[in-house]
């Protein structure tokens, strides 16, 4: 069975300065792994994603994560947030598509809400 | 292309009332879901359809059946409400080509069940 942990579940930060939102997983498989955005009474957006190739992936609004395969993380940066980045970031993991299902579930963290503060 | 559409948007119920969440993609694709979602827990698969014809239960089917009426629509219902029913519920579909599909979120329904 797979799992995410995201450490934190409120992160405060500045305007302008820089941000890292955590996300560690656990897998007996291949995963895939997934960053996504929710903003204030809305649904789920994607922010980025890792299939293979390259661990540095970069994403919508200049959101980045990197791939630790030894240390199973994939975190979430941000150089300089903006008052608009306020919201609330869920880590997701999707191993291998069953076989006799062809599903595609992913396994959700807790969410870190994110809050920038002029 | 409103992409993912849920109805209704909020809901009050009483205990051991019935309703149906209803959930309509115009984007062709084959795999729908049925998610939850409760403060500190993430989502929550209740349940999904890889293609039309076809269901099968998440980590929380407890206390829901599923109906996958056509290739567009996906409806979720509650037999008989009970508290800890209440949740936000999404719904979401994804494409089944390449290794990955992205899946398209709805807005939500915001359900209290008293």
């Known amino acids: 069975a797979q799992s995410v942990t995201q450490l934190d579940s409120q992160v405060p930060v500045f305007e302008e300065a820089p941000v890292e939102l955590r996300c560690n ?25 890792y ?45 291998q598509v069953a076989k006799d299902t062809g599903r595609r579930a992913l396994t959700f963290g807790s969410g870190t809400r994110l809050q920038v503060q002029p | 292309n409103a992409g993912v559409t849920q109805t209704p948007k909020f809901q009050v119920l009483k205990t051991g009332q019935s309703m149906t969440l209803q959930c309509a993609q115009d984007m062709n694709h084959n795999s729908m879901y049925w998610y939850r979602q409760d403060p500190g827990m993430g989502l929550r698969l209740i349940y999904y359809s890889a293609s039309e014809g076809t269901t099968d239960k998440g980590e929380v089917p407890n206390g829901y059946n599923v109906s996958r009426l056509n290739k567009r629509e996906f409806s979720l219902r509650l037999e008989s409400a009970a508290p800890s029913q209440t949740s936000v519920y999404f719904c979401a579909s994804s494409g089944t080509s390449g290794r990955f599909s992205e899946q398209f979120f709805g807005p939500g329904t915001r359900l209290t069940v008293l």
């Open chain 1, 51 to 95: 299939l293979s190739g390259s661990t540095l992936v970069k994403g919508i609004n200049g959101f980045e994560a990197e791939f630790n395969k030894s240390q199973t993380s994939f975190h979430l940066r941000k150089p300089s947030v903006h008052i608009s980045d306020t919201a609330e970031y869920f880590c997701a993991v999707s191993d």
């Open chain 1, 25 to 49: 997983y656990s897998s007996s498989v291949s995963v895939y792994l997934f960053w996504y955005v929710q903003y204030p009474n809305q649904g789920l957006q994607l922010l980025l994603k």
